[in-house]
């Protein structure tokens, strides 16, 4: 039996059918895949919040350029944490559950902000990006997904 450089996922069962001819066994997990994308989504969305940073400060847009530097930092480091719970996602592993949650549960504040201040599209969307990816990290399978059978040999 085969192994996929995903961790969990046998090769031949995710890819070849039932005895019956019906789906693999070892189909991948809706929720677990939506939570990838919805991470992977806010990932490049603060990607794109850090270039559009930097390009404020070469247009001249802020008198302090540090701040702006250090806040595209900061948003930088973000992404690349969400990216990380996207690959782990997609890769099988269950520790990007709990940090997923909380990071979503803290875009609810932000999105009630950005409501109060009139942004009111702005925060509909961020709440439901926020609420879709609290529900798909709570009903992802976060079982054990490694087959008996590899644990043995």
Not at 12 to 34: E, H, K, M, V
Not at 42 to 68: N, R
Request: glycine share 10%; no cysteine; net charge negative.
């Amino acid at each position: 039996m085969g192994v996929t450089d995903q961790p969990g996922l046998p090769s031949s069962s995710a890819s070849q059918p039932n005895a019956d001819g019906g789906a693999p066994t070892g189909a991948r997990d809706i929720w677990r895949d939506l939570a990838a994308a919805v991470s992977a989504v806010e990932a490049l969305a603060l990607l794109g919040f850090v270039v559009f940073y930097l390009w404020e400060l070469t247009q001249g847009a802020s008198d302090d350029a540090v701040l702006v530097v250090m806040s595209a930092l900061l948003i930088l480091l973000f992404a690349v944490g969400i990216g990380a719970l996207a690959r782990g996602w997609w890769r099988g592993d269950n520790w990007p559950n709990s940090p997923t949650v909380v990071w979503n549960l803290l875009l609810l504040p932000v999105s009630w902000s950005l409501f109060q201040a009139g942004r009111g599209v702005v925060a509909v969307v961020l709440a439901a990006v926020a609420v879709l990816g609290i529900v798909s990290a709570v009903r992802a399978d976060t079982a054990d997904l490694q087959d008996p059978d590899l644990q043995d040999s």
